[in-house]
């Protein structure tokens, strides 16, 4: 039995490129799709890796701190990051489409829900930042916690906001 369990758990590859920390303890730094896996680090780089030949497949550059959320919506890739920014990048052909400054802190959250990017920050800034995503115009900013929010979710059209206040607040989306 013991030989069945260390076939079945043994390492079959490495992902090398990253020269900083990739952590996803507090944040999303690694995302899958296909057969495709995307990671952030503490070195601003997003790295795109063939998850059946541990092969990179592509760089993305453009952050000047840390990468600390990811998501992928519409071939469309969100990246967040300790340099306030949110950057957006074509799934497909690895290229920038557009980079959302507005957050006067890291970038912590990011989610989206009808043709709209909603981004959380962190410190000081404590905002909710509502985006479109075809135009990539802010349309709105939720004020409220008096600490970073954390994290949220979507919900039936309401938007429930963690922070380290220790309160959750509910927005109508």
Known sequence: MNNNIE??????????????????????????????????????????????????????????????????????????????????????????????????NPVSCLTIHENKLYSGSMFMDNTIRVWNTETYEEISTFIGHIESVSRFTLLKNKLYLGSRDKIIRVWNT
């Open 7 to 104: 076939e079945r758990y043994k390492k079959i590859g490495h992902l090398i490129g990253h020269i900083e920390k990739v952590l996803s303890h507090t944040v999303s730094c690694t995302i899958r799709n296909e057969n495709k896996l995307y990671s952030g680090s503490w070195d601003g780089i997003i790295h795109i890796w063939n998850t059946e030949t541990y092969e990179e497949i592509a760089t993305l550059e453009g952050h000047t701190g840390d990468v600390i959320r990811l998501i992928l919506s519409d071939n469309k890739l969100y990246s967040g990051s300790y340099d306030e920014t949110i950057r957006i990048w074509n799934a497909e052909t690895y290229e920038e489409i557009a980079t959302l400054r507005g957050h006067t």
